[in-house]
Nanobody
């Protein structure tokens, strides 16, 4: 069974940085795409970043391009989201998700419990 466990959220001032980590053991991690999503109060969940099985192809929402970087370490079954130049509007619960296929456009079947990111102005 695939487990997805996020860590690294917290409170940061605007302009600061955080790095989220997501461990997803339980299958051959390097075969599958991974994604980061977020949901703010009263808003729909949105995908902020995705990465393919090898790390060679990535996707970013327009709202985070140039500020967030998704990466993965297949030897550690872990995907990361480096968030720089954080803004108050980045405040949300961030979720990691594991895909059913290798690409960035995969359907996501396994979800973590979420980690809160709060950016103060």
């Amino acid at each position: 069974q695939v487990q997805v466990v996020e860590s690294g959220g917290g409170l940061v001032q605007a302009g600061g940085s955080l790095r989220l980590s997501c461990a997803a053991p339980g299958r051959t991690f390097s075969n599958y795409g991974m994604g980061w999503f977020r949901q703010a109060p009263g808003k729909e969940r949105e995908r902020v970043a995705g990465i393919n099985y090898s790390g060679g192809n990535t996707y970013y929402a327009d709202s985070v391009k140039g500020r967030f970087t998704i990466s993965r370490d297949n030897a550690k079954d872990t995907v990361y989201l480096q968030m720089n130049s954080l803004k108050p509007e980045d405040t949300a619960v961030y979720y990691c998700a594991a895909g059913l296929g290798p690409g960035i456009g995969t359907d996501y079947a396994y979800w973590g419990q979420g980690t809160q990111v709060t950016v103060s102005s």
